[in-house]
Structures are given as structure tokens and as C-alpha cells.
């Protein structure tokens, strides 16, 4: 069984400053980990991924998430918000290697950039 | 860039209607998904699809649900007869060889 929590339904930043979207998982097994970032009417864009390589995962558009199996976390950050970077991001697990590889979401982080 | 496609964006049916919401996966992809995401909640596995036949799927994927890969290109989930509770976001997904999925953009469909 997987379960992923996002910790923040909403997180509000001004441009410019550093952005934290925090996230728990659980996992009977060995997980893979994503963050996937929906901008209005648009898909679900992967943003990046860890599947246990290095524990630092670096993305695109400059976000970056460490994986630490200790807190069982996954946080995502970005050194310095850009307003296009409002949208709802999304945590996510689903279990390593695995032949279906379904996908378990967190509830998701709305972010709002003021500028 | 290949992407996943999703048609309608938007399908409006009444309730005890049959609806059909198509997908095109990535070309070289082999595995498929659907998800769902009701308003105000968490998005949720419907069905994953590999070699003509499903590989696993949730528990609400019942007896009203079904998908096919009709020509070997577009992906489609059928309901057969939609409920109020169906109403959401559905999303398709195709994967190739590594465990990355790929989204399309979603069919909003609203039941009355």
C-alpha cells in the first residue's frame, strides 16, 4: 500500500523568494517519487522524479526535491519564485519497478506568486 | 514534442447516458492509464493497460467501466451508464520503458 500528504492545500509567495511545497509519503515497497505541476487548463507536466539514484533530484525550471527515507519526505523547492510558477503541483508515489506502476497523488499545493 | 491527447476537453451527458472519452497516447508507448479527479479531491487510479488487456485496476472501476485500444492508436474509457457521482476530470496517461508517465490535458464531464 502508498499513501502520499501534502502538508500545504495552499502556499502563497512573493516573486522572488524561495518556494517550499512539503510532502510525506508511505510505501510498502521501494517507491519512485514525482512531482507533477498542473497550470490552469493544461495536463499534469512532470516536473521531476527520483527513483533511487541520487537523493537530490534536480527538475525543470529550476526546481529541485530531495528524498529522505529517514522522514519518509519529498519536498520540493525552488530558490526563487517566478510568477509563471502558479499552479497546483502534486506530489506523487507509486512503487518501483513494478509492471502496472500506478500512480498514488497527494491532494495537491495550490501555489500563488504575488508579485 | 509528442504529448498525449484528450477529446472532447469538455462532456456534458444526462445521467444513464453512455459516454466515450478518447485518448491518443505518446506513438511508441505501450502502457496506458486513466485517472479521475472529482472536484476538490485527490486525483485516483481508474485502470492501467498494457498488451491488449488491463493490468490492474481500481475498485471503481466496476462493471459500468470498460476501455479498449480500438486501432491500435487512440485509448478510450468507456462508461456505460454515467452516474451523478461520475462527474470529474478524467485524465489519460501512456508510459514507454521507464516508470514515466505521461498526462493529456483531461475531459471535464458533467453529468445532469
Known amino acids: 500500500a502508498q499513501s502520499v500528504t501534502q502538508l500545504d492545500s495552499h502556499v502563497s509567495v512573493s516573486e522572488g523568494t524561495p518556494v517550499l511545497l512539503r510532502c510525506n509519503y508511505s510505501s510498502s515497497y521501494s517507491p519512485s517519487l514525482f512531482w507533477y505541476v498542473q497550470h490552469p487548463n493544461k495536463g499534469l507536466q512532470l516536473l521531476l522524479k527520483?527513483?533511487?539514484?541520487?537523493?537530490l533530484v534536480k527538475g525543470i525550471n529550476g526546481f529541485e526535491a530531495e528524498f529522505k527515507k529517514s522522514e519518509t519526505s519529498f519536498h520540493l523547492t525552488k530558490p526563487s519564485a517566478h510568477m509563471s510558477d502558479a499552479a497546483e503541483y502534486f506530489c506523487?508515489?507509486?512503487?518501483?519497478?513494478?509492471?502496472?506502476?500506478?500512480?498514488?497523488f497527494g491532494g495537491g499545493t495550490r501555489v500563488l506568486v504575488k508579485p | 514534442e509528442p504529448e498525449v491527447t484528450q477529446t472532447p476537453s469538455h462532456q456534458v451527458t444526462q445521467m444513464g447516458q453512455e459516454v466515450i472519452l478518447r485518448c491518443v497516447p505518446i506513438s511508441n508507448h505501450l502502457y496506458f492509464y486513466w485517472y479521475r479527479q472529482i472536484l476538490g479531491q485527490k486525483v485516483e487510479f481508474l485502470v492501467s493497460f498494457y498488451n491488449n488487456e488491463i493490468s490492474e485496476k481500481s475498485e471503481i472501476f466496476d462493471d459500468q467501466f470498460s476501455v479498449e485500444r480500438p486501432d491500435g492508436s487512440n485509448f478510450t474509457l468507456k462508461i456505460r451508464s454515467t452516474k451523478l457521482e461520475d462527474s470529474a476530470m478524467y485524465f489519460c496517461a501512456s508510459r514507454g520503458g521507464t516508470d514515466t508517465q505521461y498526462f493529456g490535458p483531461g475531459t471535464r464531464l458533467t453529468v445532469l
Open positions: 527520483y527513483t533511487s539514484a541520487a537523493t
Open positions: 506523487v508515489v507509486s512503487r518501483a519497478k513494478a509492471a502496472g506502476n500506478k500512480l498514488t
